[in-house]
Each structure stands twice: as C-alpha cells, then as structure tokens.
C-alpha cells in the first residue's frame, strides 16, 4: 500500500508544479488533485479501520426517518429483548446520533 501512496503523492507534486504554471487548466488539475486527495482519505480508513472487499458483510444506507428531526440511536440491549434494560451506546463520552442518508458498515 505504501508504493500505491507513494504514487498518489508523486502525482499530487506534479499536480501541484502544473497548478504554479500560469498557463496550466488550473480547473482540471484542481479537479485531479481533489480526487486524488479523497483517494488518500480512503486509504486511510481502509488502513485504520481494516475495511476491505473481504471483510465487509453489507453497507447500509439509513432510509429517510418518518419527521425531518428524527434520529436513529444505536443501542446495546444488554442481551435482554426488555426495552427497559437497552442502553443507548456512548462513542468518546457522546450518544451515537444517526440520520437519514448516515451510513453503516457490518463487518463480516
């Protein structure tokens, strides 16, 4: 994966040196450089969080909640089906939140 990086940041410099140029199609290397840089990102959390073809069950997209101002809240249901007994699930001391369009990843 670091030669693909490697790759990737090579052509961000070229981009970069085309874009200091004042008769370069600034537009169409801002355009390659964003792209570039978002396919950076995805190698990032492919790396971070082990996220690949063969360990991914399904991608969810969270359909459209009945109100504008809904919110989908992940709960733990400290293995009892009593509503009573679920707890909502604390990321870095904060309720997960989720919404319309959010996604989520079930790992296999």
């Known amino acids: ?28 290397f801002i355009a390659q ?3 570039l840089l978002d396919m950076l990102f995805l190698i990032e959390i492919y ?6 073809r063969k360990n991914i069950d399904k991608i969810i997209i969270l359909p459209n909640t009945t109100t504008d101002i809904s919110e989908y809240r992940l709960m733990e249901d400290n293995d009892l ?12 001391e904060k309720k997960l939140r989720l919404h ?9």
């Open 81 to 92: 089906d009593d509503i009573r007994y679920w707890q909502e699930v604390m990321i870095e």
């Open 33 to 35: 450089k964003n792209k």
């Open 1 to 28: 994966m670091e030669d693909i990086k490697k790759y990737i940041q090579f052509k961000l410099n070229n981009i970069e040196e085309e874009l200091r140029q004042s008769n370069s199609d600034k537009l169409n």
């Open 47 to 52: 790396e971070k969080y082990d996220i690949s």
């Open 100 to 108: 319309s369009k959010d996604i989520i990843i079930k790992k296999k």
